[in-house]
């Protein structure tokens, strides 16, 4: 079973609506990470969080963002969202954000997000 | 920059058959390997991964994957596959001193009964 737990599994908002998802891992883990995934796509990175501070975004318009109030969780903000957007979205940890041999990356269940 | 390509986008095999998926990788250094699965409606999991050593990995649910460097490849096998290993399957690398796991497109994996 996965230790990094999302909520909420499934998520219907308008286009003008403000939610959050939220991710919470409690294996020490102390690199936090939010993909997207489209259907039948791989994961696709959207934000990196090292050590409780962003190290990447890959270029995420600002209707998402994140935070990480601390290093067990890890919380994605929507606002103004679009259609387009909806997918499923995928939160993970691992031990180090660096990749170090022995680095593993490990996957919650994932929010399905539908924007309407 | 890293990148992953799974040449293998749609399989499908009768069960029992012996299982190949290929996985190839660009990067000049030192990298993390990983093959991860994604049943139908479900999350990701972790199938195996390489660090170092032993270039044969053994994973879970029989598969296995072999890193040869000089092919900059990493092969996902499996010598008889059941119904229940329809799914999605990703190759992804992680290079060190990176904070990004890149995913390759996956190929996707049909068993007929």
């Known amino acids: 079973d996965t230790e990094v737990t999302q909520t909420p599994k499934h998520l219907v908002m308008g286009m003008t609506n403000k939610k959050s998802l939220k991710c919470e891992q409690h294996?020490?883990?102390?690199?936090m990470y939010w993909y997207k995934q489209k259907a039948k796509k791989p994961p696709e990175l959207m934000f990196v969080y090292s050590y409780e501070k962003l190290s990447i975004n890959e270029s995420v318009p600002s209707r998402f963002s994140p935070e990480c109030p601390n290093s067990s969780l890890l919380n994605l903000h929507l606002h103004a969202l679009q259609p387009e957007d909806s997918a499923l979205y995928l939160c993970a940890s691992s031990q180090e954000g660096r990749g170090v041999a022995g680095n593993t990356i490990y996957f919650g269940e994932g929010s399905w997000l539908t924007v309407v | 920059a890293q990148s992953v390509s799974q040449h293998n986008h749609h399989v499908i095999l009768s069960e029992a058959a012996s299982l190949e998926l290929g996985c190839n990788y660009s990067y000049g250094g030192t990298v993390n390997l990983f093959w991860y699965v994604q049943y139908p409606g479900q999350h990701l999991q972790l199938l195996l991964k390489y660090f170092s050593g032993d270039p044969l990995v053994k994973g879970i649910k029989g598969f296995e994957a072999e890193f040869i460097k000089s092919k900059f490849s990493f092969n996902l096998r499996k010598p008889s596959v059941q119904w229940s290993d329809t799914a999605e399957y990703f190759c992804?690398?992680?290079?060190?001193?990176?904070?990004?796991?890149?995913f390759g497109k996956g190929t996707r994996l049909h068993i007929l009964p």
């Open positions: 294996m020490g883990h102390r690199a």
């Open positions: 992804a690398v992680n290079a060190y001193r990176d904070d990004k796991i890149i």
